[in-house]
């Protein structure tokens, strides 16, 4: 079964300060597509970043970057100068191929919380 | 551009009666639309995958009588939930993809149910 894994269910920083939220994954599959999702308290999911599993390299959006390791089946996110917005849930998600139909793996989530 | 809308954003039913909730690809043509549930703090859970025009696939342990899905167009899925009772008061969250970027879901902004 292919999962993802989330093991921190809560996290605090305080503004200005990095934080790093951890995921891993299990697919027997050799490209996929890997993704942070934020929902804050609007509930709204909104994208943060996504991975295609065969680019080495790591996808970066502005204060936002990944470290992904292939091998490990590790796909961290780390947020640089963290701001009060970026208090919310993050998801890590992971789909196994670019097919019709195919549902996006949500891990359990991380409640970040930004402090001042 | 990739906008998908729900209405309503928030409805209120006694305990028996039905509530239909719209989802809407507004500037693009959905080809998969997906329906999820999420309990508060908690990660999204797939309900059905629904294909314009063919019956929706829905995932194991979800009542498919109770939770009717229709795909009428490829703008328009609506989740029916059937005598509703209050454990069914959750938050409804339906996403979208496009013909040939099928990894990437858009995300409408969610609709809270609330069954007296």
């Known amino acids: 079964a292919q999962t993802v894994t989330q093991s921190q269910p809560e996290m605090s920083v305080q503004e200005a300060e990095t934080v790093t939220l951890s995921c891993t994954y299990d697919t027997s599959e050799n490209n996929y597509y890997l993704f942070w999702y934020k929902q804050p308290p609007s509930r709204q999911m909104i994208l943060v970043i996504r991975?295609?599993?065969?680019?080495?390299q790591n996808a970066t959006e502005n204060r936002f970057s990944v470290n992904f390791q292939k091998a490990a089946k590790s796909f961290s996110l780390k947020i640089s100068d963290s701001q009060l917005g970026d208090t919310a849930m993050y998801f890590c998600a992971f789909t196994p191929t670019n097919q019709a139909g195919t549902a996006l793996i949500f891990g359990k989530g991380t409640t970040l919380s930004v402090s001042s | 551009g990739a906008v998908v809308s729900q209405h309503p954003s928030w409805v209120i039913c006694k305990s028996g009666t039905s509530v239909k909730i719209e989802c809407r690809s507004l500037d693009f043509q959905a080809t998969t639309m997906f329906w999820y549930r999420q309990f508060p703090k908690q990660s999204l859970m797939l309900m059905a995958t629904?294909?314009?025009?063919?019956?929706?696939?829905?995932e194991q342990g979800v009542e498919k009588d109770k939770f009717l899905i229709n795909h009428a167009s490829l703008t328009l899925s609506t989740l029916t939930v059937t005598s509703a009772h209050p454990e069914d008061s959750s938050f409804y969250i339906c996403?979208?993809?496009?013909?040939?970027?099928?990894?990437?879901?858009?995300f409408g902004p969610g609709t809270r149910l609330t069954v007296t």
């Open positions: 991975q295609e599993a065969y680019k080495q």
């Open positions: 996403s979208a993809s496009k013909a040939g970027i099928f990894y990437e879901q858009y």
């Open positions: 629904s294909n314009e025009g063919s019956k929706a696939t829905y």
